[in-house]
């Protein structure tokens, strides 16, 4: 097997041979050919926002998705494959474990991923509580922005990890009429019906997509349905204003985590525990509906307002007691942007106010479901506990970016944070409640220059600042009802108190066009503060505490290249793309752990995929992805395996644009190994469960038809 040691870096480093290179076009975005189907709306909005990227002194991506969809999309982990800088995998279900520079390196990658602010059309999706998954359905994207670490501060990012902006088609780039259908391994099938028109001043685009899966492993059978419209209006040249809805339900077994000896000898097997109990997650219907109104002043000047409401439910039946959350969340928006000329040099300046809180809700309920332990005795359905949570995240940031000469511009920015933490257990007794309120900021530094035509520089200094969850603060505690409480006894009774993390960052790097092809490379080094990491207590249990750690230091390399290997003038073209992240996070002079890696990531992360395109639509291609060990307890005492993974497409894009077909083939090899890991405190050397599989050898089919 190949090992993830021996990547390919001297293509990567093919980059840094040739000195011309490009901006806009060094973006990391795959590369497209799909004939007739690059309609002129759809391209217009990916040049619009390659434009936009590379006004940003640091690290960025850019997925178009019409080339994901040439293949199986069914989670973040395929919208977000071969990105630099971003780790995407399976972490059971449609739950992703996603970070971005070590961002929620080892916080909730299931219902609430963490470390992240992830945005729907601009408007914010993630709030105290998290960001749940169920409706990030990457059938109705139209693209993907990512703004890696501090570089999301114009969005209004607090995340270590920085900003992903989910972008939805519209009626201007969609087709009248679309019907998708995919099936394949594991009992995978996923439709969508989906439409879009411009009518005058009128346009709306609207799909309906369902899903379902038996799962690769033992009890991961999964189901989902959902909707998508948003309508747009043009009042006039200067006014125009667009509504969001999105509706979306999922259903997913849950087969816990497994020791590495039961992923090497028999990787379908499902923890007996979760199976005895029967655990599953359901999420019965989480709605988001939103409006972005923008007025543009004059030609120099805009003003963009934004108004959320967010209700994401969820009943967690996982372990012996079944939990029923309710969250609502509002949140809203305002930036006005401006140009202006000052002191002779051109200046674009933006001022932006961001603000999400929880609104006033029913809480969390905790109730019997497999009488065990302290709730011997008591019959299912039998209350246990209440709680309460309410948190708050605004920002208000001023930036500005200012030509100081020729192609060379400076970048500042300052934000003012407040965050709002509260939990109180109200069942069953009162009284244990905990509330955190913090004011901090956030100053950004940045320099970018184009050095000519084909080679942009930057670099950045910038400051990030995450809060914890709120119900962070109740999993996290060590205080619990005392024997004699009733069901209650053994559960937490008072929250306990965190900190907010904070994070300073260096970053220095590039992106361009050479002769090796469009490419992108960025270090970075980060101090983290009082950094919000989780472990499970034991093997055993299903909800890791979250604690604040010894200082940590988070440094890395991000590179990306795509390249031309052949054209020989007949539109037929084979290329080559490459994406590659280093990841060196660890403990600075901590008392019990001294210098140890932070478990959780991999140090070495490398996808490619070589891929011949005929002019007359059809392509095919190869794909690899090369991943190192990872550790699997802060005490570094065990390791998951490196891994080589092995895929192949092929398929065929109609030059009017209106069907496409393909077929993905997956881990050819039938590789056995863990996606992900959800660490322990020290497993002193042993196979603890700690780990989550990905599938095995798999297909899938698809084919897609447009009334255009």
């Known amino acids: 097997m190949p090992s993830p040691k021996s990547l390919p870096a001297a293509l990567l480093g093919l980059a840094l041979v040739y000195p011309a290179m490009a901006t806009a076009e060094g973006l990391e975005l795959g590369q497209v050919l799909i004939g007739a189907e690059d309609r002129s709306d759809e391209d217009q909005g990916i040049e619009d926002a390659k434009a936009r990227l590379a006004e940003v002194p640091g690290g960025s991506n850019l997925v178009d998705m019409r080339r994901p969809l040439q293949g199986r999309v069914a989670s973040n982990q395929d919208v977000l494959?071969?990105?630099?800088?971003?780790?995407?995998?399976?972490?059971?279900?449609?739950?992703?474990?996603?970070?971005?520079?070590?961002?929620?390196?080892?916080?909730?990658?299931?219902?609430?991923?963490?470390?992240?602010?992830?945005?729907?059309?601009?408007?914010?999706?993630?709030?105290?509580?998290?960001?749940?998954?169920?409706?990030?359905?990457?059938?109705?994207?139209?693209?993907?922005e990512v703004l890696r670490?501090?570089?999301?501060?114009?969005?209004?990012?607090?995340?270590?990890?920085?900003?992903?902006?989910?972008?939805?088609?519209?009626?201007?780039?969609?087709?009248?009429?679309q019907v998708r259908y995919a099936t394949g391994s594991h009992g995978y099938q996923q439709r969508q019906v989906s439409s879009g028109q411009v009518l005058g001043a009128f346009d709306y685009y609207t799909a309906i997509t369902d899903a379902n899966a038996d799962g690769y492993?033992?009890?991961?059978?999964?189901?989902?349905?959902?909707?998508?419209?948003?309508?747009?209006?043009?009042?006039?040249?200067?006014?125009?204003?667009?509504?969001?809805?999105?509706?979306?339900?999922?259903?997913?077994?849950l087969a816990g985590r497994v020791t590495k000896q039961s992923i090497e000898h028999d990787p379908r097997a499902a923890n007996p525990a979760y199976v005895a109990r029967n655990d599953s997650r359901d999420e019965p219907g989480s709605t988001f509906i939103g409006n972005k109104t923008t007025y543009y002043i004059d030609d120099d000047s805009s003003i963009q307002t934004g108004l959320v409401y967010h209700d994401y439910p969820m009943d967690l039946r996982e372990g012996p007691n079944r939990l029923k959350v309710a969250y609502t969340d509002v949140s809203g928006t305002f930036d006005y942007k401006r140009r202006d000329t000052l002191w002779g040099m051109e200046s674009h300046s933006t001022l932006g106010l961001r603000t999400t809180k929880h609104l006033?809700?029913?809480?969390?309920?905790?109730?019997?479901?497999?009488?065990?332990?302290?709730?011997?005795?008591?019959?299912?359905?039998?209350?246990?506990?209440?709680?309460?949570?309410?948190?708050?995240?605004?920002?208000?940031?001023?930036?500005?970016?200012?030509?100081?000469?020729?192609?060379?511009?400076?970048?500042?920015g300052l934000a003012a944070i407040y965050t709002r933490r509260e939990s109180d257990v109200t069942y069953p007794a009162s009284g244990g409640k905990t509330s955190l309120h913090d004011w901090d900021y956030a100053p950004r530094l940045g320099l970018r220059y184009q050095v000519n035509p084909d080679l942009q520089v930057f670099g950045n200094l910038s400051r990030s600042v995450e809060a914890p969850h709120p119900w962070s603060l109740i999993?996290?505690?060590?205080?619990?009802?005392?024997?004699g409480s009733g069901p209650a006894t053994g559960t937490q009774s008072d929250p306990v108190k965190l900190q907010n993390q904070t994070a300073t960052t260096l970053e220095i790097g590039g992106r361009g066009d050479s002769l090796a092809g469009q490419w992108s490379l960025a270090w970075y080094y980060a101090q983290v503060r009082h950094e919000l990491l989780s472990v499970l207590p034991d093997a055993n249990a299903t909800t890791p505490y979250e604690l604040n750690a010894s200082p940590t230091v988070h440094q890395g390399v991000?590179?990306?290249?795509?390249?031309?290997?052949?054209?020989?003038?007949?539109?037929?073209?084979?290329?080559?793309?490459?994406?590659?992240?280093?990841?060196?996070?660890?403990?600075r002079d901590d008392q019990r752990f001294g210098d140890n890696r932070?478990?959780?990531?991999?140090?070495?992360?490398?996808?490619?995929?070589?891929?011949?395109?005929?002019?007359?639509?059809?392509?095919?291609?190869?794909?690899?992805?090369?991943?190192?060990?990872?550790?699997?307890?802060?005490?570094?005492?065990?390791?998951?395996?490196?891994?080589?993974?092995?895929?192949?497409?092929?398929?065929?894009?109609?030059?009017?644009?209106?069907?496409?077909?393909?077929?993905?083939?997956?881990?050819?090899?039938?590789?056995?190994?863990?996606?992900?890991?959800?660490?322990?405190?020290?497993?002193?050397?042993?196979?603890?469960?700690?780990?989550?599989?990905?599938?095995?050898?798999?297909?899938?089919?698809?084919?897609?038809?447009?009334?255009?």
């Open 81 to 144: 494959a071969y990105q630099p800088g971003v780790y995407a995998q399976s972490a059971g279900n449609e739950g992703v474990k996603i970070s971005i520079r070590g961002s929620g390196i080892n916080r909730a990658p299931g219902a609430h991923a963490s470390g992240l602010y992830t945005m729907l059309d601009g408007l914010p999706l993630t709030g105290p509580g998290g960001t749940p998954y169920e409706l990030l359905e990457p059938l109705w994207l139209d693209r993907v």
């Open 149 to 177: 670490g501090a570089n999301g501060f114009d969005r209004g990012a607090l995340a270590l990890g920085g900003a992903i902006d989910y972008v939805s088609h519209t009626g201007y780039d969609s087709p009248k009429l």
């Open 217 to 253: 492993q033992d009890h991961t059978a999964s189901k989902s349905q959902g909707v998508i419209a948003n309508f747009g209006y043009r009042f006039n040249p200067n006014l125009e204003t667009r509504f969001y809805f999105r509706h979306r339900e999922t259903d997913n077994d």
């Open 360 to 412: 006033p809700n029913d809480g969390a309920s905790e109730f019997v479901r497999i009488p065990t332990g302290n709730t011997a005795g008591y019959t299912p359905g039998t209350l246990m506990r209440n709680f309460t949570y309410q948190g708050s995240d605004s920002v208000l940031h001023v930036g500005n970016d200012l030509e100081i000469a020729d192609d060379l511009w400076l970048t500042t």
């Open 475 to 483: 999993y996290s505690s060590n205080i619990r009802f005392p024997a």
């Open 558 to 587: 991000e590179a990306s290249l795509l390249s031309t290997l052949w054209a020989p003038g007949n539109g037929d073209q084979l290329s080559l793309r490459q994406s590659y992240t280093f990841s060196d996070f660890h403990y």
């Open 598 to 708: 932070l478990p959780g990531l991999p140090m070495h992360y490398y996808q490619g995929e070589l891929r011949y395109d005929w002019a007359q639509g059809f392509f095919a291609g190869v794909n690899t992805q090369l991943v190192s060990k990872v550790a699997v307890d802060y005490a570094n005492s065990y390791y998951a395996d490196p891994y080589a993974l092995f895929g192949a497409t092929l398929g065929y894009n109609a030059p009017k644009g209106d069907w496409q077909t393909w077929l993905d083939l997956r881990n050819l090899t039938d590789k056995h190994y863990a996606a992900t890991v959800t660490p322990g405190y020290d497993d002193k050397g042993l196979d603890a469960a700690r780990s989550t599989p990905d599938e095995g050898m798999a297909a899938y089919v698809g084919v897609s038809w447009s009334l255009l």
